[in-house]
């Protein structure tokens, strides 16, 4: 079945590193595919998405292209604030056109920011 | 905020309680969801509803009973539940990609943490 792999936490990085957090993907069809953050004590909330392939999302300095080829949906951030802290989820909607959207989720990275 | 509203923030209650998480959308979509949220573990799809209608009930046992009355309004009703169901519940809402056209994206509510002693 479809599933959404992401690297394991947590990540712990320095005020202004750079940020990668991986993600990879398995889908019959050709699914969208998102980033959602989760703030300690808060619900989830959608960072960026794309929905087909070679699409790059973005929003608040964070990046992630749909990767066909490799089945990737990496994101990335060139400097990173202890603002970012914080759960990230890497998720694909499969299909697409179902009577209710079906989002398979990772598992989370958690990600703590030195100041 | 989300547009999606849950009450209560937190919840304790004993095995022997009933009591009901309250979840509601102000943003016009047809589709809400209940996802359970643990420590450690990976989010769990619960119950689908979409036009009010469940449409996934992901083996989940009969302690957790979900309710539907309208597209804006989904309910959990809890009755001797265990200390294992102790977690984040979170409820979030869709449009229905089909009639939209869109991506389907999830839109969460901030969650009721619920624990059972």
């Known amino acids: 079945g479809d599933s959404v792999t992401q690297m394991e936490g947590p990540v712990t990085l320095s005020e202004e590193a750079f940020l990668t957090i991986n993600c990879t993907y398995t889908?019959?069809?050709?699914?969208?595919l998102f980033w959602y953050v989760q703030y300690p004590g808060e619900g989830l909330q959608l960072l960026l998405k794309a929905t087909k392939a070679d699409d790059k999302g973005s929003n608040k300095g964070f990046e992630a292209t749909y990767r066909k080829e490799t089945t990737s949906f990496h994101l990335e951030k060139g400097s990173v604030q202890v603002s970012d802290s914080a759960v990230y989820f890497c998720?694909?909607?499969?299909?697409?056109?179902?009577?209710?959207?079906?989002?398979?989720f990772g598992s989370g990275t958690r990600l703590s920011i030195r100041p | 905020e989300t547009g999606v509203t849950q009450t209560p923030r937190h919840l304790v209650m004993g095995m022997t309680n009933k009591k009901s998480l309250k979840c509601e959308q102000h943003?016009?979509?047809?589709?809400m969801y209940w996802y359970k949220q643990s420590a450690k573990k990976p989010l769990e799809l619960m119950f689908v509803?979409?036009?009010?209608?469940?449409?996934e009930n992901n083996s989940v046992p009969s302690r957790f009973s979900p309710e539907c009355p309208n597209s804006s309004h989904l309910f959990l009703h809890l009755h001797t539940l265990q200390p294992e169901d102790s977690a984040l519940y979170l409820c979030a809402s869709s449009q229905d990609a089909r009639t939209s056209g869109g991506t389907g994206e999830l839109f969460f509510g901030e969650g009721s943490r619920l624990t059972v002693l």
């Open positions: 889908a019959t069809g050709y699914p969208s």
């Open positions: 509803y979409s036009l009010e209608e469940r449409v």
């Open positions: 998720a694909l909607s499969d299909p697409p056109y179902s009577s209710a959207s079906k989002i398979i």
């Open positions: 943003l016009g979509h047809n589709a």
